[in-house]
């Protein structure tokens, strides 16, 4: 939390301090005691430092904010698993939001999707039509205030179809619409011009709108494969386009979105525009051709 | 007397009457049909006289075995009962010009007591009652309201013994329809005879106001009034609006003569509350009838739009939801500020690439804090900004009459850094020194505090009638802040119940000086509004929770702990009343219960008309009939000595003109109407009106019955035998059998 790691920075600085003062009193060098001491407190030192990431780690595994995963089969492996605990890690790292580390997958007719309101999917192949029940547990997720975000590289012609097809079936009356580059999304957290994943295409995002908000995301730019690491820690997939300039976009659009589940118009409100306006006319200076 | 043709009636004495006569008929008709056949041999003239014969025969035999038997009443005519109506309303006496209708209907009664036509007298006003004769029309008062003659006339038919007459001595001003074709149909005559002029006196009146059923403080609405003006006035009035704590407005308006006129009035409440207002017309000296140029009324103004300052130190689903429901709201006007990310968040990006803007901490806290009505800190800790410098502005807006809710989460109450600061002070629970984390309780449900289940913010749906297990059925929730004891004073309304954690308080109120304050130990309400409806389908619970929290910080007068109206609060004069009123103490809404409670009756200026006494229930609910005085206007009812709290808390009710001095005019063409479609007769004045015996019913009674058989004298069936031996002779004569 916050406060616990500003205490935690407080705390370690004190001792720090006291370390360094009783390290400056301790008897010259050259005595095999006086070099045990110091390599002692230099250890002692150095693991006082390490106590601050720490603490964050420690914070990071707790969080209200969870990227759920959807699931379509029992027992069915993800594309890039730790892909969504990524998502959570630039959600912490870069914003004040509480996100888990750990959220579990599940399938739409699961009743634990009504358990918070945020479902990320991740999706590369065609599949199979969803089961009624399935249909109605996305239905009513997004009636009660869920927010799904889809997700899925340009090329993935068949599961474009699939979801559109499904899409269609679950929401008939509420199509699939491009969203405007003024949609709060773009200046959720982020001011961005375009969408941005491992593909710099398509720039825009598509959305369902029900009861005047986004609640169902359609990015086809392959965000999430953008953030995927290895166990390494290095990136999983080289860029398709914009190189690493486009991976910090990327990695910016996808904090964007989940500030938008979480705070929706927001950043809207009138009493922010004046404010927003001025930093895009800015920005729009800075990027432009 | 003699009976006519119409009196008289026949039958058959044959066993089984009509049925058997047909019967016997076919059969004789088959005889008959057999005979032709059987004379086919002789020639035409005798055949034809034979056959002749045989008809005659078998229809003498008919007749006579069928016994046909003639009724014949003999009757008398008798007096039949005449049913007086007079009328009593308001309309018969409305002053000088008015007062001689109620003159010559007392005389007119008085002389018919001369006379030997027996009557039976009724009046009616509010309702129909009979009178113990023609004497006691002198006692006539003619105050009742309304003139509902349509009804009193309906009730008399239903009562009236046969071959009655009505006759009614009224105006005609009938409050409402004159069932003509009831009457009618029930073939009961009534006469009537019309009292008073024709023509109406110059007068200007208000006829009608209409106005919301609720405002809003700063708000404008509409009212409606309807005026009307008649005889030689000119065509300018000028209207007034007067209301209580607000500064009279008047307005010069066109009314065409003879004609009503509907106008809208725009106007903008300033205050709060129940307001007792009224419309009036400026004296004239052409007005006959003033008493009908003023149009008392109350109106319910709610508070101004609720304005909200929402401030979070993070976004999470529960703000989310909270934001979403406060923007919602058309009766709020919110502000919310959130921290999107603290000082040490790497965002890797220049300021210029971000949406943020800097916490305002000082345009809000210093600038801008008394504007708010409520201050919501949801997980919103001392740290994000330099927020110390405020707390004791915010806890010293709280004492003189804000509102502050403390909303749980990882940087609220001692986690946030609030033990020992200036907020801590009005928080409604002690907060520890310094917490070192929150406790994790896996799936724990909520239940009121033993002594809250009926507490508004507690019982959310009385409907079912077991708070506890309204609450039950909510959705668990996962985190929970661990507060302090409660402080003297306040309220624990909502505790945690499970495994870990049992019995800690979840939601505490308090006063705080003039203001109100609660702590939330939760930020997973939210779960409350999607999980709750995901499992059961029902019920907006997180709008509701909050709805009412929200009305209750910002004392909304639908959740005042003391209730009061008065039933019907806008009424005709001499219409009973009823005060209603549920009284309870302030923050923990026990019932005041067996008080002893003085209702004080004052007019508009405050003096004291009247002093009541009524006792409260074990519920602490009051229901106290009472009338008020005729005059027109507004009068409030005002408590004392149950309670501190509810003493001087009143309701205000209201006396409006009644119909009978709107109006005025009499109607003699609808009594003219009804005594020609029921048969009777119409006077247009009682000097016009012939004694009563000439409108005297009479009825005939039958006396006895004489019975007539013709055919069952011995010389008709010696006739019969004559004949049939005259026929029987003439066959043997032709050769026939």
Known sequence: MRDGFVQVMADNSRRVVRAAAWRASLPAQGSARGKALRGGLSAWFASLLLCIPLARAQEMERGDVEIRGVALAEGESESYPGLRARIAWELRKR???????????????????????LLYWNGRHAFASLSESERRGLRRFIALGGFLWIDAPSGAEGFDRSLRRELRRAFPSHPLQTLDRKHTIFHSFYLLEHAQGRDASPKTLEAIQVEGRAAIVYSRNDVGAALARDAAGQPLLPMVEGGERGRELAARLAVNLVMYALCLDYKDDQVHLPFILKRLRGASRKYGP | MN???????????????????????????????????QGAALPPRPRFGLILLRALLLAMLWLVLVQPRIWVPELRRLPGPLMVLFDDSASMALGPLYSERAAKLKAYAAAWQSETQEVMPFAFGTHLRPLSGLEAVRGLSFRAPSTPLGSALLELAQQSPKGA???VV?????????????????????????????????????????????????????????LRVRGRQGSSVNLRLRCQGHADESRSLRVEEGKERSLEWAWTPKRSGALPCEFALAPSSRDRWPQNDRWPFVLHVAPARLRVLLVSGRPSWDLRYL???????????????????????????????????PFPTDELFREHLERFDLLIFHDFGRFPAPFDAHLERVR????????????????????????STPLAEILPVALETRASENVWVEDYRVTPHA?????????????????????????????????????KGSVTLLESAGKGSSGRPLLVIAQAGKGRVAALATDESWRWGMASAAESGEGPNFARFWDRLLRWLSRHPSLEESQIEVDPELAPPGQRRRLRAQLRRPLDYRPLAAREVEVLLQDLEGRTLRRLQARTDAEGRLDLPFELPE??????????????????????????????????????????????????????????????????????????????????????FLALLLFALLEWGLRRRFGQR
């Open chain 2, 3 to 37: 009976a006519t043709a119409a009196d008289t009636s026949f039958d058959l004495a044959l066993p089984g009457a009509w049925l058997s006569a047909a019967l016997l008929l076919l059969l004789f008709v088959a005889l008959f049909l057999r005979e032709l056949r």
């Open chain 2, 170 to 226: 009224s105006d005609g001003a009938s409050a409402d329809p004159l069932p003509i074709e009831a009457l009618r149909r029930s073939a009961l005559p009534v006469h009537a005879i019309a009292l008073g002029p024709r023509s109406t006196p110059s007068d200007r009146a208000i006829l009608e106001v209409e106005a919301p059923a609720q405002l809003r403080v700063d708000e404008e609405s509409r009212l409606r009034v309807r």
């Open chain 2, 396 to 419: 010293d807006y709280v004492r003189r009459g804000g509102s502050l809710v403390m909303v749980g989460g990882e940087l609220s109450f001692a986690e946030g850094g609030y033990g």
């Open chain 2, 451 to 487: 002594a809250a289940a009926t507490h508004p913010l507690v019982d959310l749906a009385p409907e079912l009638g077991d708070a506890a297990a309204y609450w039950r059925g909510l959705a668990p929730l996962r985190r929970l802040n661990h507060l302090g004891a409660p402080k």
């Open chain 1, 95 to 117: 914003t004040s939001i509480a996100a888990a580390k750990e959220a579990p997958r599940l399938r739409f007719d699961d009743r634990r999707i009504f358990d918070g309101p």
């Open chain 2, 631 to 716: 005059a027109v206007g507004a009068y409030a009812l005002r408590l004392r000595g149950a309670d501190p709290s509810v003493e001087n808390s009143r309701a205000w009710a209201v006396v409006r003109p009644s119909e009978e001095i709107l109006r005025l005019e009499g109607k003699p063409k609808s009594l003219a109407r009804l005594a020609a479609a029921t048969g009777g007769r119409f006077f247009e004045a009682p000097s016009k009106a012939p004694k009563l015996a000439d409108f005297a019913a009479s009825r005939r009674e039958v006396v006895r019955t004489r019975l007539h058989q013709p055919l069952s004298h011995p010389l008709a």
């Open chain 2, 165 to 167: 007459r009505i006759l």
């Open chain 2, 323 to 357: 934001r979403a429901f406060l923007k919602e709201e058309p009766a709020i006007d919110l502000v919310s500020f959130f921290v999107l990310r603290h000082s040490t968040d790497s965002t890797g990006v220049t300021q210029d690439e971000l949406s943020l803007i």
